[in-house]
């Protein structure tokens, strides 16, 4: 199916949420005039037509596509392989970016905007925006009437300028590809995102994942993707001839890291290409920016940050009337930031931080607290606003654990307590501040709690019982939903005693968000049972994890149908009827398919079940179900947990730390739908390293 991009953004849009948007509605949602719409459903009426389908407007004006479901399913199967005839706008200034980078002389704009298939006055639009980002990586863009445009500037600040914007408006596309590039098939000359080309990138990651290992190195994961395109850039404008200049840049007085002559090395017999000893000094400046240094390497002694960091934080604590000394987390993440953010600025080396404007808006004190704080402390060190915007990052989440706003506490409920319910609760914390804690349950295990403990009862599901008042939303919690729990909230708020934000006096003792329960002396033989409870659970679940790809099947319920009989012969359920049965009922009685991911959650507790179990199953082709949030996830992986009923609440916490996982972040859900056992598997056991040191660390 032949279409743009903006055709398929419009059915896409359509097909998600028919029948509840407007002419005027897509024209806002995609920054396009009414008229332009107009124009592009004409289009779209005729895409509709090979479907047997037809774009219909209600009385209110609303569009729909009417016609038969299995025609609309059709529709959904090929806008998820469809490929766009045309890039989208930041593809497009990637593209004229490319080509200025890789200029020897100026261009004219005529062929560029030829070659990016736009007009000169869009071209002209696209480089006043770049212009407006190429200048804080201290380069400009020359343009001169009949001569032609470039970009002016050390090469050294070319590659970050580079490197910055595939970060910035690539960086999930590229978190996609690099992991998912051992599976890509890889021909010659294929290249990824417009500019890696695939062999080269797939061998630089291979060496530098070796040099990790031999170093004993760690790095976050957004340095690691940050450093492999820097490494990637640094060879293709080496090996184009755009050398850096011996006498523009300090990097020799940096040296060289062992890390990085071995990695050089490692390329050079890889890609046949030696790198002159300043080019390696630049490629350790990046990574000494990138991450907390160990002793030879760290610019700043660690002992005197160590000091500044404390005094940071006196200072600070001082200014808010909060006292911060003694949280020993605040005190670990600000010396893994400040670190490298000191080596970055010493260097020079540009960092770009989308959250500066929004953490300035909810944090507009902190932020000035901070700034003054930070040149109060590093009275040499001039911090720009984005790095202050990372360190106001950390205070405030120590400020919210500290300046508690309420005593509230809500329970969780599903029909199992493994699936959706975990996933509800992480998003609950996430988007609901002041919540002391918030408590999982089953339905069956729900009758045994004193439900008066509880301030807010949520449920993804209908709960039988009609005395209880209870806010029924879905897992991921939609605006309505937040908006009702808010209101909610607000009120039970009233009935309670709490302390105002940044009113607590230095000195004093903080209330801790989560209270944990002293249930008499603490016995070390119940330590140890309770530690092997958990060492079995999770040693079960890694046993018998598996990834299996599952072909020719009819739909979604054959499927699992496929992966019970798979669970029955390891031996890990005996009736596998009463399994496959309650896992279709639970789809029954709510949506299972995450939104915008392709993986669905299917969990069921039974008395048949032996122990804990996780299986992912890879369909080779998509299937449409219903969403957590009510509409229709296309999904090509199915998760399933199958738990023992009775379950124990240890069970019941390990099984836990996986639904969470799912949607932690966008790493972590591109992870457990790569379909790569190896990565999910060391995934899990990061998973379950965590648990463990959260569940037996004593504060």
């Known amino acids: 199916m032949i279409m743009t991009n903006r055709e398929k953004t419009i059915l896409e849009l359509m097909t998600r949420t028919s029948g509840k948007h407007t002419l005027l509605s897509i024209a806002t949602y995609l920054q396009i005039s009414v008229r332009t719409v107009r124009r592009e459903l004409k289009r779209i009426e005729k895409i509709l037509e090979h479907f047997d389908l037809k774009l219909e407007k209600d009385e209110d004006h609303s569009l729909q596509i009417e016609g038969p479901s299995e025609s609309i399913y059709k529709l959904v199967q090929t806008l998820a392989k469809a490929k766009p005839l045309?890039?989208?706008?930041?593809?497009?200034?990637?593209?004229?970016?490319?080509?200025?980078?890789?200029?020897?002389?100026?261009?004219?704009?005529?062929?560029l905007a030829r070659d990016l298939g736009i007009s000169v006055t869009t071209l002209l639009a696209y480089l006043d925006d770049l212009q407006e980002w190429i200048e804080d990586f201290h380069v400009r863009l020359s343009r001169k009437r009949g001569v032609g445009v470039s970009i002016e500037g050390r090469e050294s600040d070319k590659r970050r300028v580079l490197a910055g914007f595939?970060?910035?408006?690539?960086?999930?596309?590229?978190?996609?590809?690099?992991?998912?590039?051992?599976?890509?098939?890889?021909?010659?000359?294929?290249?990824?995102?417009?500019?890696?080309?695939?062999?080269?990138?797939?061998?630089?990651?291979?060496?530098?994942?070796?040099?990790?290992?031999?170093?004993?190195?760690?790095?976050?994961?957004?340095?690691?993707?940050?450093?492999?395109?820097?490494?990637?850039?640094?060879?293709?404008?080496?090996?184009?001839?755009?050398?850096?200049?011996?006498?523009?840049?300090?990097?020799?007085?940096?040296?060289?890291?062992?890390?990085?002559?071995h990695l050089c090395q490692a390329l050079s017999e890889k890609l046949s290409l030696d790198l002159p000893d300043f080019e390696k000094a630049f490629l350790s400046v990046i990574l000494k920016g990138a991450r907390p240094q160990s002793e030879e390497s760290v610019y700043y002694d660690r002992v005197i940050t160590g000091r500044a960091v404390k005094q940071l934080i006196q200072h600070v604590s001082k200014q808010l009337n909060v006292d911060l000394t003694g949280d020993f987390s605040l005190f670990q993440g600000l010396i893994a930031h400040i670190e490298p953010s000191l080596f970055r600025i010493r260097q020079a080396i540009g960092v770009r931080n989308p959250l500066t404007e929004a953490v300035k808006d909810r944090y507009p004190v902190l932020f000035k607290i901070t700034g003054e704080s930070l040149k109060h402390v590093f009275k040499d060190v001039d911090f720009p606003d984005d790095e202050v915007a990372y360190i106001v990052l950390h205070f405030g989440s120590a400020i919210e654990q500290r300046s508690v706003r309420a005593d509230l506490k809500a329970l969780v409920v599903c029909p199992t307590g493994i699936g959706a319910s975990k996933i509800l609760a992480t998003r609950l914390k996430k988007e609901v501040p002041g919540m002391s804690?918030?408590?999982?349950?089953?339905?069956?295990?729900?009758?045994?709690?004193?439900?008066?403990?509880?301030?807010?009862?949520?449920?993804?599901?209908?709960?039988?019982?009609?005395?209880?008042?209870?806010?029924?939303?879905?897992?991921?919690?939609?605006?309505?939903?937040?908006?009702?729990?808010?209101?909610?909230?607000?009120?039970?708020?009233?009935?309670?005693?709490?302390?105002?934000?940044?009113?607590?006096?230095?000195?004093?003792?903080?209330?801790?968000?989560?209270?944990?329960?002293?249930?008499?002396?603490?016995?070390?033989?119940?330590?140890?049972?309770?530690?092997?409870?958990?060492?079995?659970?999770?040693?079960?679940?890694?046993?018998?994890?598996?990834?299996?790809?599952?072909?020719?099947?009819?739909?979604?319920?054959?499927?699992?149908?496929?992966?019970?009989?798979?669970?029955?012969?390891?031996?890990?359920?005996d009736d596998r009827v009463s399994v496959y049965q309650k896992l279709i009922a639970r789809e029954q009685l709510a949506g299972l398919g995450i939104p915008d991911t392709d993986m669905a959650l299917y969990h069921c507790r039974d008395c048949s079940v032996s122990g804990l179990s996780f299986r992912i199953a890879c369909l080779d082709r998509p299937f449409l179900v219903r969403g957590m949030d009510g509409g229709s996830v296309n999904i090509s992986n199915i998760l399933i947990l199958l738990a023992p009923d009775p379950m124990t609440g240890l069970q019941q916490e390990v099984l836990s730390t996986i639904s969470s996982s799912l949607v932690e972040d966008r790493e972590s859900t591109l992870i457990f739908a790569s379909g790569n056992e190896a990565i999910i598997r060391t995934k899990l056991e990061q998973i379950f390293y965590q648990f463990l040191k959260n569940r037996f660390t004593k504060d």
Request: hydrophobic letters at 40%; a negative charge; aromatic letters at 8%.
């Open 86 to 111: 045309d890039l989208s706008e930041k593809e497009r200034k990637l593209l004229a970016l490319i080509e200025l980078l890789n200029a020897r002389e100026p261009v004219k704009t005529g062929p």
């Open 166 to 261: 595939f970060l910035f408006f690539f960086n999930e596309e590229l978190i996609d590809t690099i992991f998912r590039l051992p599976d890509i098939p890889l021909e010659e000359g294929t290249r990824l995102l417009h500019f890696f080309r695939g062999k080269e990138l797939k061998l630089i990651q291979e060496s530098i994942k070796e040099g990790m290992e031999k170093y004993d190195s760690e790095l976050a994961d957004s340095d690691y993707v940050g450093f492999l395109v820097s490494v990637y850039i640094t060879y293709q404008r080496t090996a184009s001839g755009f050398l850096l200049n011996k006498d523009e840049d300090s990097f020799n007085e940096a040296g060289v890291l062992p890390f990085i002559e």
């Open 437 to 573: 804690s918030v408590h999982v349950s089953s339905i069956k295990d729900m009758r045994l709690l004193d439900l008066s403990e509880f301030d807010l009862i949520l449920s993804t599901v209908h709960l039988p019982m009609r005395n209880i008042s209870y806010i029924y939303v879905n897992p991921l919690l939609s605006k309505a939903d937040i908006v009702e729990i808010r209101s909610r909230a607000a009120a039970a708020l009233k009935k309670k005693t709490r302390p105002s934000s940044f009113s607590m006096p230095v000195g004093g003792r903080p209330s801790p968000v989560l209270k944990k329960k002293q249930e008499g002396p603490y016995h070390l033989q119940a330590l140890m049972a309770d530690i092997d409870k958990v060492k079995a659970c999770i040693g079960q679940i890694l046993q018998h994890f598996s990834v299996e790809r599952v072909r020719d099947v009819s739909g979604v319920h054959e499927a699992i149908r496929l992966m019970v009989d798979s669970a029955c012969l390891d031996a890990l359920i």
